[in-house]
């Protein structure tokens, strides 16, 4: 290979760096860098051919080739940097942001109108001394029904359409199970309440499959049905008003002896009548009695010495009278706008 003139190697200076100027994007600089000092780049095999340049050229060609390396490395470099600085430029003014725009609001949830009903209806019942209590949504036949003095085939069962499970379990139909379960652990005297989830097949405006209940227990030597009724009046009270009154109706349930429902005022028109209560004034609530000696054996507590009330209500129900729902089932779907007014 003969050794290029001090003159070619100008030539080839100009050409490269013209080619680093003209590229307008980071690869075509890299294309026109490579083509120059790339590993088959011009300056690069000419720096390898100097071994058989004539030796008398060789210091002369080396010099020049290096010094006309740096240079074209230099342009590179500051080629390069402009190309990115540019491309930096462009995505700033692309991508432009006013972080002094007003933000559009995170909306925090909260807790479902039952969940906080329950909660309200439980501190109540701990604020007077009441523990709490629970138990499981699947129940055997005994808890739900058998203990609480249901006797097999008895029609009371009718009253409460019952969803079995394989294996003889069901879903429990009301929270009076857990009664059996608390009292089977608990020394008189005591008194706690139970809420939670119950089962039903049935479904109506005020009836869904799936509703909430409370359930109340006290026993003592002396609890009587008079203190059932301040309990229930003053709870009635908290929750839905000073003016509301409360109505007992003589009723039966196998677990209770004497039994009674209740009825509350309805909210909505004071007790006067209106679409909400069927015009009657009144809206069903829950119900309530004297604890059956019987249930309190099944629970190996001595009946002849210890007496006590128990109560039971929905708390879906009660949802509906403080907020005047006109179905339950507008607490279960899960629509957020009805729920947030709520
Ligand atoms: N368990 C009954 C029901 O779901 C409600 C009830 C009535 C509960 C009387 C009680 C009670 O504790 O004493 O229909």
């Given at each position: 290979?003969?050794?290029?003139?001090?003159?070619?190697?100008?030539?080839?200076?100009?050409?490269?760096?013209?080619?680093?100027?003209?590229?307008?994007?980071?690869?075509?600089?890299?294309?026109?860098?490579?083509?120059?000092?790339?590993?088959?780049?011009?300056?690069?095999?000419?720096?390898?051919?100097?071994?058989?340049?004539?030796?008398?050229?060789?210091?002369?060609?080396?010099?020049?080739?290096?010094?006309?390396?740096?240079?074209?490395?230099?342009?590179?470099?500051?080629?390069?940097?402009?190309?990115?600085?540019?491309?930096?430029?462009?995505?700033?003014?692309?991508?432009?942001?006013?972080?002094?725009?007003p933000?559009?609001?995170?909306?925090s949830?909260?807790?479902?109108?039952?969940?906080?009903?329950?909660?309200?209806?439980?501190?109540?019942?701990?604020?007077?001394?009441?523990?709490?209590?629970?138990?499981?949504?699947?129940?055997t036949?005994?808890?739900?029904?058998?203990?609480l003095?249901?006797?097999?085939?008895?029609?009371?069962r009718?009253?409460?359409?019952?969803?079995?499970?394989?294996?003889?379990?069901?879903?429990?139909?009301?929270?009076?199970?857990?009664?059996i379960?608390?009292?089977q652990?608990?020394?008189?005297?005591?008194?706690?309440?139970?809420?939670?989830?119950?089962?039903?097949?049935?479904?109506?405006?005020?009836?869904?499959?799936?509703?909430?209940?409370?359930?109340?227990?006290?026993?003592?030597?002396?609890?009587?049905?008079?203190?059932l009724?301040?309990?229930?009046?003053?709870?009635?009270?908290?929750?839905?008003g000073?003016?509301?009154?409360?109505?007992?109706?003589?009723?039966?349930?196998?677990?209770?002896?004497?039994?009674a429902?209740?009825?509350?005022?309805?909210?909505?028109?004071?007790?006067?009548?209106?679409?909400?209560?069927?015009?009657?004034?009144?809206?069903?609530?829950?119900?309530?009695?004297?604890?059956?000696p019987?249930?309190?054996?099944?629970?190996?507590i001595?009946?002849?010495?210890?007496?006590?009330?128990?109560?039971?209500?929905?708390?879906?129900?009660?949802a509906?009278?403080r907020?005047?729902l006109?179905?339950?089932?507008?607490?279960?779907?899960?629509?957020?706008?009805?729920?947030?007014?709520?």
């Amino acid at each position: 290979m003969t050794s290029r003139t001090s003159q070619e190697l100008a030539e080839l200076e100009r050409e490269a760096v013209e080619a680093i100027e003209a590229a307008d994007s980071l690869p075509r600089l890299l294309e026109a860098r490579s083509q120059v000092l790339g590993r088959k780049g011009t300056i690069t095999e000419s720096l390898r051919g100097i071994g058989a340049a004539d030796p008398a050229d060789r210091a002369r060609l080396g010099r020049e080739l290096n010094l006309a390396k740096q240079r074209i490395e230099a342009r590179f470099a500051d080629r390069r940097a402009a190309l990115e600085a540019g491309a930096r430029e462009r995505e700033l003014r692309e991508h432009r942001l006013d972080v002094t725009l007003p933000g559009t609001g995170l909306r925090s949830g909260h807790l479902h109108p039952v969940t906080q009903l329950e909660r309200e209806m439980v501190a109540f019942f701990t604020g007077l001394g009441f523990s709490i209590e629970d138990g499981p949504q699947v129940e055997t036949d005994y808890n739900n029904f058998e203990a609480l003095n249901f006797p097999p085939d008895h029609p009371a069962r009718d009253m409460q359409d019952t969803f079995y499970v394989e294996g003889g379990n069901l879903l429990r139909t009301h929270t009076s199970p857990v009664q059996i379960r608390a009292m089977q652990r608990l020394e008189p005297p005591f008194r706690f309440v139970v809420t939670g989830r119950v089962y039903r097949h049935d479904f109506g405006p005020r009836s869904s499959p799936m509703f909430h209940q409370i359930e109340g227990v006290m026993v003592d030597e002396r609890t009587s049905f008079g203190d059932l009724k301040g309990i229930l009046y003053a709870f009635a009270r908290q929750l839905f008003g000073a003016r509301v009154d409360l109505r007992f109706r003589a009723s039966y349930f196998p677990f209770t002896e004497p039994s009674a429902e209740f009825d509350v005022t309805c909210p909505n028109c004071a007790g006067a009548g209106c679409g909400t209560c069927s015009q009657s004034g009144w809206i069903e609530w829950g119900g309530c009695g004297m604890v059956h000696p019987r249930v309190l054996e099944n629970c190996q507590i001595d009946a002849e010495r210890y007496q006590g009330f128990a109560f039971g209500m929905g708390i879906d129900r009660a949802a509906m009278i403080r907020f005047g729902l006109p179905s339950i089932h507008v607490l279960f779907e899960p629509d957020a706008r009805i729920l947030e007014q709520i």
